[in-house]
């Protein structure tokens, strides 16, 4: 069990998992995020999942559900790093996270997110 | 005795053969091109299984992690017939692909093999498509911001020295 460590750089939000993401640090993700995005002025999420080797059908779900809640509260998201074996993984638990933008790293994520922002 | 033994090589040397044609088979059957950076190109020729499928996706999320490409071209002028269960496995490569951030246009598509895909009732709606490798390339450019500027003086282009008179 580790706490998923929330950074906020500008107006975006890194949340950065460290090692294996586990249930109980998801939802408390989630909350944090949550709370975050309630103050405003974030314009965007990044969630590294780079580290992690095992998703299941809740951590998918959740994951969608962060990027929803943030979408409705002002703020994309982004979830980088996800490795080819999670990929194959998610795909065929039917669970390809529609909706949700991705990018290869963190850094071309950033590049996503700072490019909307200039966008809007 | 003799001619057991004899039997049981040439069965022996049969089998290994084939194990070698399986292998070399198997490394034709996926390779991953980087056609430009950030842009790779996957053509698929000849009929797509289960585990050929999975091969592919394999080698090719591979690669887009190694190269860090942001499009793919995935290229099946060779396949011959697209059935539900092909274009299930094209869906799934796109989806994953798309899940490391890289996106996937599917090119060669002939008319017949469009019209057969609707058919089928497949939902491509969300999948971008293109009838040539060329036009898919072309829009890979667009998409990176590239362009393919055209020289009017194509004499400064370094020719192999006198042999070729163009």
């Given at each position: 069990?580790?706490?998923?460590?929330?950074?906020?750089?500008?107006?975006?939000?890194?949340?950065?998992?460290?090692?294996?993401?586990?249930?109980?640090?998801?939802?408390?993700?989630?909350?944090?995020?949550?709370?975050?995005?309630?103050?405003?002025?974030?314009?965007?999420?990044?969630?590294?999942?780079?580290?992690?080797?095992?998703?299941?059908?809740?951590?998918?779900?959740?994951?969608?559900?962060?990027?929803?809640?943030?979408?409705?509260?002002?703020?994309?998201?982004?979830?980088?790093?996800?490795?080819?074996?999670?990929?194959?993984?998610?795909?065929?638990?039917?669970?390809?996270?529609?909706?949700?933008?991705?990018?290869?790293?963190?850094?071309?994520?950033?590049?996503?997110?700072?490019?909307?922002?200039?966008?809007? | 005795?003799?001619?057991?033994?004899?039997?049981?090589?040439?069965?022996?040397?049969?089998?290994?053969?084939?194990?070698?044609?399986?292998?070399?088979?198997?490394?034709?059957?996926?390779?991953?091109?980087?056609?430009?950076?950030?842009?790779?190109?996957?053509?698929?020729?000849?009929?797509?299984?289960?585990?050929?499928?999975?091969?592919?996706?394999?080698?090719?999320?591979?690669?887009?992690?190694?190269?860090?490409?942001?499009?793919?071209?995935?290229d099946i002028t060779g396949v011959p017939v697209v059935d539900t269960a092909v274009a299930r496995h094209l869906l799934e490569t796109v989806a994953a692909a798309r899940l490391l951030g890289a996106d996937v246009f599917i090119v060669?598509?002939?008319?017949?093999?469009?019209?057969?895909?609707?058919?089928?009732?497949?939902?491509?709606?969300?999948?971008?498509?293109?009838?040539?490798?060329?036009?898919?390339?072309?829009?890979?450019?667009?998409?990176?911001?590239?362009?393919?500027?055209?020289?009017?003086?194509?004499?400064?282009?370094?020719?192999?020295?006198?042999?070729?008179?163009?």
């Amino acid at each position: 069990m580790a706490r998923v460590p929330i950074v906020r750089i500008g107006q975006t939000l890194i949340a950065t998992v460290q090692e294996e993401l586990y249930d109980h640090d998801a939802l408390q993700l989630q909350e944090e995020l949550g709370l975050l995005l309630e103050q405003g002025s974030v314009q965007g999420v990044l969630l590294d999942l780079s580290t992690v080797t095992t998703v299941d059908s809740f951590l998918a779900r959740l994951i969608s559900g962060i990027a929803i809640t943030s979408r409705l509260l002002g703020a994309e998201t982004v979830v980088v790093g996800i490795q080819p074996a999670v990929a194959v993984t998610l795909v065929e638990l039917g669970l390809a996270l529609p909706g949700v933008r991705t990018a290869l790293n963190a850094e071309k994520g950033l590049a996503l997110l700072t490019d909307r922002g200039r966008d809007a | 005795m003799r001619a057991s033994g004899g039997e049981a090589t040439t069965h022996a040397d049969r089998e290994e053969t084939l194990q070698q044609q399986r292998a070399t088979i198997s490394e034709l059957q996926t390779p991953v091109i980087e056609v430009w950076d950030g842009i790779l190109a996957l053509p698929i020729i000849g009929s797509v299984d289960t585990a050929r499928a999975q091969e592919m996706n394999e080698a090719l999320l591979q690669r887009i992690v190694e190269t860090g490409s942001e499009i793919v071209l995935l290229d099946i002028t060779g396949v011959p017939v697209v059935d539900t269960a092909v274009a299930r496995h094209l869906l799934e490569t796109v989806a994953a692909a798309r899940l490391l951030g890289a996106d996937v246009f599917i090119v060669g598509l002939s008319s017949r093999m469009a019209m057969t895909l609707v058919q089928l009732g497949l939902d491509l709606s969300h999948v971008t498509t293109r009838a040539t490798l060329a036009k898919g390339l072309e829009l890979a450019f667009a998409r990176l911001g590239l362009a393919v500027v055209a020289h009017k003086s194509g004499a400064h282009w370094p020719t192999p020295a006198d042999g070729d008179k163009r």
